[in-house]
Structures are given as C-alpha cells and as structure tokens.
C-alpha cells in the first residue's frame, strides 16, 4: 500500500491517482478501511478488512460450535447472521463484514457436513456441481431481478459450503503436484513426499 501511495498508482487504471492524505492510508494499512470510511488506495482492496474481521470472528464460532455441536446452533447463528446483515445498511455505513456474514457461514456449514458424511462422489465431478450451481446462480439473477443480490451470493456460498465435504480429493499426481508447488512453500521433508 505504501508503494501504491509512493508511486502514485491510481486507485483504479483509468482513473487519475488522488492523495487522500495520511489518515486515509492509516487506515488501508491498518485495515479497517470500512470502519473508518476510508477510500481503499486500490479498488479490489476493500475486501481485506471484510476478510480480517471475519478471520478475528470465526475462530469464536468454530470454538462455540465445538462446544455444541449441532445443526440446530448452526441454524440460530445463521438466522441471526441473516438478520444482522439485513438491518445493517439501515443502522450504519461501518462494519460492512455483517453483510458478508452469512457467506462466511457456509465454512461452518461445511465442516458441520464433513463430520457427519463421508465424501462419497468422485473428484472429477466437483467442476460440473461448481457449474451447476453458478448456472443456479445466474438464472436466479435473470429470472428475479428483484432478488435482494446479497441474499444469492449467501445462497451461492451456503451451496458450494455444503457440497464440498460430499466429494473425494484428488489424487491424480499430475494434479496434486503442481497444485503443491503453487500453494505452498515446500521443506525439505514435503520435497521429498512430491519427489
């Protein structure tokens, strides 16, 4: 952020680079740029304070979770997520992470599935599942216009959350090697599981 700031890089290419002065870029380094209603220096950084308030609240979540596990609390968090994430943009422009709430559920969900269900459909299907329910997605957002746009990307998650504990990893090599060296830094003992 700070070479953004030092190289003058517009917040977006065609548009002129601004200075909005060192309260502004406290704030985007700090990241609580939808807190503080600061200018983000670059466009697709709005979502980081959104992710980091969301890492400080899940942990919370997992931990009352594991203390009772059950569809039903699950269920309770998520209506309450719901109702939050609805009545925010009437309460306040700040703390933005309420309207994505209830997509960051659909982990919760997810691990919930997983504990309960072995994966039991094949991996080479979980690209067609991933289409299908995008396509679910699109069609839903042509045939009702008027659909809240929030309460889709809550079901398009809430979706992809509870389909993926249903299907096997992969285990082509010729896919899980690269995958390997694209996301993570390897040590001596992994280079030699991927050798």
Request: aromatic fraction near 12%.
């Amino acid at each position: 952020m700070l070479l953004v700031v030092g190289f003058t890089i517009p917040q977006m290419p065609w548009e002129p680079f601004i200075s909005r002065g060192w309260p502004n870029l406290f704030s985007n380094v700090a990241l609580t740029q939808n807190l503080t209603y600061s200018v983000p220096v670059l466009a697709p950084l709005w979502s980081l304070p959104v992710e980091v308030q969301m890492y400080l609240t899940l942990p919370a979540l997992y931990l009352l979770y594991r203390r009772w596990p059950t569809t039903a609390l699950l269920i309770g968090v998520g209506i309450i997520m719901v109702i939050a994430a609805l009545i925010h943009p009437l309460a306040a422009g700040r703390l933005t992470v309420l309207l994505f709430g209830p997509c960051f559920l659909a982990g919760l969900a997810a691990f919930n599935v997983s504990r309960s269900r072995a994966p039991m459909l094949a991996s080479w299907l979980w690209p067609i599942a991933l289409a299908a329910v995008i396509t679910g997605y699109l069609v839903i957002q042509i045939a009702v216009p008027t659909m809240h746009p929030p309460a889709l990307g809550w079901g398009l998650c809430l979706s992809v959350g509870l389909l993926v504990p249903l299907f096997r990893e992969v285990e082509a090599v010729w896919v899980t090697r690269p995958a390997f060296y694209v996301s993570a830094i390897p040590t001596a003992s992994t280079w030699r599981t991927f050798r």
